[in-house]
């Protein structure tokens, strides 16, 4: 008899890229004949979420825990509940993690412990680790559709450039991206605007260019393959992650050095461009499929965790990307508390403000107390951060 993979299994959310890849690999591993239990995190709305997601894990079945053998494969990400890793533990089946983004960097995490596989999403989740996991959901419609469209370059109108400020950290911007700003025209999104995957390809195909301060965000990956230049302008994660990303022609788009960007938005202006093939973001999905099919079948050494030491470099790989202090989303608003000041900052970035200075400032004290907040979990304060959140957030957004 084969061994049964038990999946960990957060609530499907078509934002999160994470979230989708559990949700679209099982699909991929179920059409190829694994057997799949899964282990829902909130086993109350478990049929809602599980009919929210791809069709064929409509039928699968559930688990309020693993309640596997040692020859089975419990498959987790790293936000896992204590208690599903727990009794995965105590009745000794072998553990995957299937790592999607630094352990303990946007929130709670677990950590493995020697004798389970480790297996790290990308070069951002584990820079150096020997073998990458990367895995691109099927496009949805939306981006399917804007990548059979070729974009013709322009002889007229202003340049226009997307900001995005996701989790990130509303920044200052250097001197020479301003001046672009401000002769610009500035589209904003939002992790709430636009409010469809239809309209949010089209206001991307219709820029020059997209500044970024969320490097976390899928949107970089999106706007890349579309041919838009994109600047970082929040960096957290050091160069390396970028140079051998699996997914290699994001470098060719993606950058933090503002004259690159710049040229490269004129160029993206005038010139006609034609987005990437699909088989570009698709070509890594096939060897992590048939890594994590012959993990359940066979165990493998090659991701194996031996010792206490490899695990220590896990933790310091977080707490460097804390101190770079780029993202500070807070946990009732899934963004930096200045963003409650996002009409400000695009005054600022549009060259309409009466102090940069003063509008700058107002955004580190709202990062900082905003960050505390969350930090002590204060339950009333958050719930009105809440509600301001949704008001100012629909007055900032165009109608």
């Known amino acids: 008899m084969s061994p049964t993979l038990y999946l960990d299994l957060p609530p499907y959310s078509h934002k999160s890229n994470g979230i989708r890849c559990l949700y679209e690999l099982a699909e991929e591993l179920i059409s190829q004949g694994t057997e799949i239990i899964a282990v829902p995190r909130q086993p109350d709305q478990v049929r809602d979420a599980i009919q929210e997601g791809p069709p064929a894990m409509a039928a699968l079945p559930t688990s309020p825990t693993p309640l596997g053998n040692p020859a089975d494969l419990f498959l987790c990400a790293e936000t896992v509940p204590l ?63 804007a990548l059979q469209s070729p974009r013709p370059g322009r002889t007229h109108g202003p340049l226009k450039i997307a900001i995005y400020p996701g989790k990130g950290r509303l920044r200052r911007l250097p001197a020479s991206l301003l001046a672009l700003t401000r002769s610009s025209e500035v589209l904003l999104i939002t992790r709430s605007f636009p409010k469809t995957r239809e309209e949010l390809f089209a206001v991307l195909a219709d820029c020059d260019g997209l500044i970024n301060f969320d490097e976390l965000s899928q949107l970089s990956l999106e706007a890349a393959s579309l041919q ?172």
Not at 87 to 105: D, N
Not at 330 to 338: I, K, R, W
């Open 83 to 145: 208690p599903m890793l727990q009794a995965a533990r105590q009745r000794g089946m072998r553990i995957a993690w299937w790592q999607l983004a630094p352990f303990g960097l946007l929130g709670k995490t677990q950590y493995p412990q020697p004798g389970e596989y480790l297996l790290p999403f990308s070069s951002y989740t584990q820079p150096d680790a020997e073998q990458h996991y990367f895995y691109q959901p099927p496009l949805d419609p939306a981006w399917a559709t």
């Open 228 to 399: 838009i230049p994109v600047f970082l302008a929040n960096r957290l994660f050091p160069n390396r992650c970028l140079d051998t990303f699996s997914v290699q022609r994001l470098q060719e788009a993606v950058t933090d050095n503002p004259e690159r960007f710049i040229h490269q938005v004129h160029q993206r202006h005038s010139t006609a461009s034609t987005p990437w093939p699909q088989a570009n973001l698709l070509a890594g999905n096939q060897a992590t499929v048939f890594a994590i099919k012959e993990l359940i079948v066979h165990p493998t050494p090659q991701s194996l965790i031996r010792n206490q030491a490899q695990i220590q470099p896990l933790k310091a790989y977080t707490q460097q990307l804390k101190q770079r202090r780029a993202i500070y989303a807070n946990v009732n608003m899934a963004e930096s508390g200045g963003t409650l000041a996002l009409n400000d900052y695009l005054n600022y970035v549009k060259g309409t403000s009466n102090n940069d200075e003063r509008i700058l400032l107002k955004i580190r004290i709202l990062d900082t107390t905003f960050k505390l907040i969350s930090k002590f979990r204060l339950t009333k304060i958050s719930e009105v951060i809440r509600r301001l959140n949704r008001q100012l957030r629909h007055q900032s957004e165009p109608s």
